[in-house]
């Protein structure tokens, strides 16, 4: 590497809790580093959920390095049992830490970074690429275009502003783009701001991960008081002992409850499930919407409704590093080598293996995806993961290949194991239910 590369910084796209913890990291080993956040603040996506509660009590919430600048700052650390939402996160946290001296002078938000590639070089030249920088495409706040340059990228961009379509395979339904302004493809704040949506109206939820668990769970508090509102849900599989949980066995009790609590109100009548039900279109139903879908005993119809909340997670948006050499995992989209850890066709008991910058590392050297971004298509990341991915991507950065690969993650198990019929339709297909997402009770 030659000098004037060595003096570059490195790029960290994206200030939510995994991009902090990043520049955290590349601070207290004295590495130059430059973060993006598009948003007008840090952690805009985790501002945009920020009424979820987490399911996991702060101590799994703060990256050690952030704890440390932070201490140094005079920070008072919130209590370790406490269960913050999205808003305290960032609140108590995030907020904080980006405003101490070390961590304000080299994060700037507002601009976005539109694309990445080398310096002077296309993605097909071999010869020296890694002599050479990263540019970075950036739209500045007053829409301004420049080009920043960088010794190596860290994409913790998140995949909170891509969602998935309401359809089955992936694709978008007949009737979904011309309807989009009835449909609504992340969390609803129904008890807050958005309380008046669904108060006396008919909501159908589609989804089986922690997003439409924590929307249903909100429609039902709704209910309580709000007479009229009436609940759907419909789910792709028909085995949810995923997202029930495994109860008191869950480490995580907040995350246990989570499924215990939803598994009472379909018991109880109060949630109508509708499961193994494929989306396969969407058309206005008077001043409502009906969902056409397939089941294993032919099409059906729910609704009329007023509103559809499509929780089917999201997908990482590629175009980013369309001019990068990617080694990607064909279904899942992650890095190559992470993906038979996280696969969801296989692991199904919520534990992940250790990984580090070896498993995140592409082709193109020095760069890596890291935070939910990095599991692409595969359901469940958990916020401490992330950390633990820059811990070791900074540490190999630094040259300290001891500390980068002494890789240690010990998550809270949840209590549901594998069984023949976990993750299966009612028709024995893989359940595609799951999502990738922060509301798994962790942030972007």
Known sequence: MTDTLSTLPIAVIGAGPVGLAAAAHCLERGLPVKVYEAGQSVAANVRDWGHVRLFSPWEFNIDPAARRILLASGWSEPPREGYPTGHDLVEAYLAPLAATPPMADVVETGVRVDAIARHGIDKVVSKGREARSFVLAVTDPLGRARRDRARAVIDTSGTWTSPNPAGSNGLPVPGEAELADRIVYRIPDVLGRDRS????????????GHSAANVLLDLARLAEDAEGTVILWATRGSDLTRLYGGGANDKLAARGALGSNLRGLVESG??????GFAVTGVRADGAGLSVEGETCCGPRVLGP??????????RPDLALTRDLRLDLDPWLESARALAPLIDPNVHSCGTVYPHGHRELAHPEPGFYTAGIKSYGRAPTFLMMTGYEQVRSIVAALDGDLAAADAVQLSLPETGVCSTSRS?????????????????CGQAA
């Open 197 to 208: 949506v669904y108060a006396g109206k008919t909501t159908l939820v589609v989804g089986a």
């Open 270 to 275: 109060r949630v109508r499930l509708t499961k």
């Open 305 to 314: 409704v007023d509103t559809l909340v499509a929780a089917t997670g999201q």
């Open 423 to 439: 993750g299966e339709s009612c028709c024995g297909e893989p359940d595609p239910d799951s999502e990738a997402t922060p509301c």
